[in-house]
Nanobody, 121 residues
Framework: QVQLVESGGGLVQPGGSLRLSCAAS????????MRWYRQAPGKERELVAV???????DYADSVKGRFTISRDNAKNTVYLQMNSLKLEDTAVYYC???????????????WGQGTQVTVSP
């Protein structure tokens, strides 16, 4: 059974920083691109950042220059370093990826359970 377990959320003041982690565990052969999404109350889930298996990254315009996504392939873990946090960054943050559990088997999609990030004075 594959699981994505997130950590690192919390309460922070505007201008502060947080680092989120998402670790994939279980039987894993390969991990595709890893993504961070977020969902604020009353809003749709939006893509925040993505990192390919080779390390190429892309970001939503709203977080460019403030957030950095990285991954440790040996640990099957993706990180999101969030700096200069704003009130509007408040949301539940989810990681997402597709994982192949064995050679020549189908790839399946997985979501983390979500971690709350609250930016408040």
């Amino acid at each position: 059974q594959v699981q994505l377990v997130e950590s690192g959320g919390g309460l922070v003041q505007p201008g502060g920083s947080l680092r989120l982690s998402c670790a994939a565990s279980g039987r894993i052969f390969s991990v595709n691109a890893m993504r961070w999404y977020r969902q604020a109350p009353g809003k749709e889930r939006e893509l925040v950042a993505v990192i390919s298996s080779s390390g190429d990254t892309d970001y939503a315009d709203s977080v460019k220059g403030r957030f950095t996504i990285s991954r440790d392939n040996a640990k099957n873990t993706v990180y999101l370093q969030m700096n200069s946090l704003k009130l509007e960054d408040t949301a539940v943050y989810y990681c997402y990826t597709k994982i192949t559990q064995a050679r020549d088997t189908p790839t399946a999609a997985y979501w983390g359970q979500g971690t709350q990030v609250t930016v408040s004075p």
